[in-house]
């Protein structure tokens, strides 16, 4: 069974109220292309400072060292991506609503709308 997160934004300024759901584990994605997983969520703060972290690992550590250093950073951002992307959303507005758990990400659909219709009615 997989576990996924619902963030819901209330209805502001001009806004619908919104919902998303987030898969919580590893992000297999975002460990071998951080920064395009990053871009591709809209989650321009956190590739900006990917970026600057891996470009100053690569100035800072010596040779020998920085290949290894960017291949944990990109480990590590396998594991926080999804993480990452939570705080993103809290900083728009979102707040954490519920988990929800099951096989598939239309399971969890089903099982949000079974029990928060509220919910299910603004996911995105």
């Known amino acids: 069974m997989r576990v996924w997160t619902v963030h819901h934004r209330p209805a502001m300024a001009g806004k619908p109220a919104r919902s998303v759901?987030?898969?919580?584990?590893?992000?297999?994605a975002a460990a071998l292309f951080p920064l395009l997983w990053f871009l591709a969520k809209r989650l321009w703060l956190v590739a900006a400072l990917y970026f600057a972290a891996?470009?100053?690992?690569?100035?800072?550590?010596?040779?020998?060292i920085s290949p290894w250093a960017l291949v944990a950073l990109q480990i590590l951002m396998g594991f926080e991506a999804r993480n990452l992307?939570?705080?993103?959303?809290?900083?728009?507005?979102y707040r954490?609503?519920?988990?929800?758990?099951?096989?598939?990400e239309?399971?969890?659909v089903l099982n949000l709308a079974d029990r928060r219709p509220d919910l299910a009615h603004g996911l995105a």
């Open 54 to 64: 891996a470009t100053l690992m690569g100035f800072v550590l010596p040779s020998a």
């Open 21 to 28: 759901m987030l898969r919580d584990g590893f992000a297999w």
């Open 85 to 93: 992307h939570r705080w993103s959303l809290e900083r728009q507005g």
């Open 106 to 108: 239309e399971g969890a």
């Open 96 to 104: 954490l609503m519920g988990v929800v758990q099951a096989r598939d």
